[in-house]
């Protein structure tokens, strides 16, 4: 941010979104930042400086967002790859080496599962997961080489809060890294680095790029740790394209004000849906009836856009439903401005057996539904049609 603006303890989230790790103004400078579009750039000897090239992250582009990203979460670095995966495993391979362990959540996103589960044990990294709520689960679960902790708050798709503080204690105990995938909060509704998580991880794919327009990941924490996350993403390739990085800047400049919308829609359709005869089931962390309520009253500053549904009548009831939909689009991915409605059956957490969904609290008929900023009497009605075709 500009050295010329007043300084407080931390600016607003919808200050830094915007103003977030702006290099200082000059007469004559564009108020938006320019597309860099260019591979590589001149450097002809050692003097000339650090060498340029946009594999490295080192596209002006790409470290003004990664700037921006630190400023957001309240870290001192961060980095921006090309996918929200890219994110997870730079960050983990950066993280382990063979013979090394894992403790993690098992309620996570489908691919970062078998990223965990099936991928990361072929070069001999194990991981043991656990029940995410409780410190002791994950102390029982240590092992000597165990490296790094891992969660994701609020979990896809049951929207699960998982307390990182006293995983972060258990952490600093041990001198091991936690880390958290926060996508599904936003750094709006969720600093995860100012309640002890070491590195935290988004799918920049989704509420911070915000329109379903590109694909993109963040990973943000302590300087080393993300020069070594640099290291290995030089090496393996990820790297974000210029163009990409300019529209998730753009993106992030209203980060604050659509997840205000998101928040205030969400609840709204949670408290809705759960007053309909047709829904067995809606999970918000915003509803009293959540098992975390109170823990997201305490660690979120808004309730999120997610919500998820168990339809009475099972996956046919939800076929039905989803098919009947007009305005909300049935498609995978959330975080973007137009509400996303999947049955993550079939979608996010398509690799699991039944009786592992059941497992993970996902049941037959189960809807997920990511809560747009549309006018929320237009998403009621076109959810109440959908409902009224079930009950046809
Ligand atoms: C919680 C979470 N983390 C990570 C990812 C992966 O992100 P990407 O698709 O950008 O690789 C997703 C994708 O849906 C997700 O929901």
């Not at 691919?111 to 656990?130: C, D, H, K, N, W």
């Not at 902790?149 to 204690?169: A, C, M």
């Not at 856009?305 to 989803?322: I, N, P, Q």
Request: glycine share 10%; hydrophobic share 40%; charged share 20%.
């Amino acid at each position: 941010m500009s050295s010329d603006l007043p300084s407080r303890n931390r600016p607003g989230s919808s200050t830094l979104g915007i103003h977030g790790g702006e290099a200082a103004r000059q007469p004559g400078a564009p108020v938006v930042p320019p597309l860099v579009q260019s591979a590589t750039f001149l450097w002809g000897k050692p003097s000339d400086g650090e060498l340029l090239y946009s594999r490295y992250g080192n596209n002006p582009n790409q470290q003004a967002l990664a700037r921006k990203v630190a400023a957001l979460e309240g870290t001192k670095a961060a980095t921006v790859l090309a996918s929200g995966m890219g994110a997870t495993a730079m960050t983990l391979l950066a993280l382990t080496t063979s013979g090394d362990h894992i403790v993690a959540s098992k309620l996570l996103y489908g691919a970062t599962q078998s990223l965990l589960g099936t991928e990361l044990p072929r070069r001999g990294v194990e991981t043991t997961f656990v029940e995410p709520d409780g410190g002791r689960t994950w102390r029982g679960a240590l092992r000597p080489k165990t490296r790094v902790l891992f969660v994701e708050t609020p979990t896809n798709p049951t929207l699960r809060i998982v307390d990182p503080r006293p995983l972060s204690e258990l952490a600093r105990e041990r001198g091991i890294v936690l880390v958290m995938d926060a996508t599904f909060a936003s750094p709006v509704n969720l600093r995860p680095a100012e309640l002890g998580v070491d590195v935290v991880i988004h799918s920049a794919t989704k509420y911070l790029s915000g329109h379903s327009d590109l694909i993109a990941g963040v990973v943000a924490g302590p300087a080393e740790l993300i020069a070594e996350v640099t290291r290995v993403s030089r090496l393996y390739g990820p790297a974000i394209d210029p163009h990409a990085c300019w529209l998730l800047d753009r993106g992030i400049r209203t980060l604050d004000v659509r997840m205000g919308r998101h928040n205030e829609n969400a609840l709204e359709l949670a408290r809705w849906f759960e007053a309909q005869p047709l829904v067995e089931r809606v999970f918000h962390p915003g509803l009293e009836s959540h098992p975390d309520h109170a823990l997201a009253r305490e660690l979120l500053s808004g309730f999120g856009g997610m919500l998820s549904l168990v339809l009475k009548g099972g996956g046919e009831a939800a076929d039905r439903f989803t098919a009947a939909l007009k305005l909300a689009v049935v498609a995978p991915s959330l975080g973007g401005v137009e509400t996303l409605v999947s049955q993550p059956r079939y979608t996010s957490h398509a690799a699991l057996s039944p009786a592992e969904l059941a497992a993970q609290g996902i049941a037959d008929g189960f809807v997920r539904i990511s809560v747009g900023v549309e006018n929320v009497e237009d998403l009621r009605a076109d959810f109440a049609q959908a409902l009224e075709a079930l009950a046809a």
